[in-house]
């Protein structure tokens, strides 16, 4: 059974940088493409960023590209989520999924597509 941990968050100053960790245990990473999600209080949650099970294929939210950059190292099996530039409205628990997927296809957007998820990690952007 795949065991999802996010880390890495906390409070930040508005311009400020966190970089999230999503480790895996109990399987091997290199099968799932990985998704960060985010939910802020009163809102829906929202899609973040995205990568293949390779690492070969990557996918970003327009509210955060430029600004954010997904990585994984699949021998550690740990996704990354650098987050630079952070807004107030950046604002969130994040969460890691994963979903099972061939290397050569691209990452899902959805959630309902990822089976698998992390008890997520506080994020807040305040002065």
């Known amino acids: 059974q795949l065991q999802l941990v996010e880390s890495g968050g906390g409070l930040v100053q508005p311009g400020g940088s966190l970089r999230l960790s999503c480790a895996a245990s109990g399987v091997a990473l290199e099968h799932y493409a990985i998704g960060w999600f985010r939910q802020a209080p009163g809102k829906e949650r929202e899609g973040v960023s995205w990568i293949s099970s390779s690492g070969g294929s990557t996918d970003y939210a327009d509210s955060v590209k430029a600004r954010f950059d997904i990585s994984r190292e699949n021998a550690r099996n740990t996704v990354w989520l650098q987050m630079n530039s952070l807004k107030p409205e950046d604002t969130a628990v994040y969460y890691c999924?994963?979903?099972?997927?061939?290397?050569?296809?691209?990452?899902?957007?959805?959630?309902?597509?990822?089976?698998?998820w992390g008890q997520g990690t506080q994020v807040t952007v305040s002065s």
């Open positions: 999924a994963a979903t099972r997927r061939d290397p050569w296809l691209y990452p899902p957007r959805a959630s309902y597509e990822y089976n698998y």
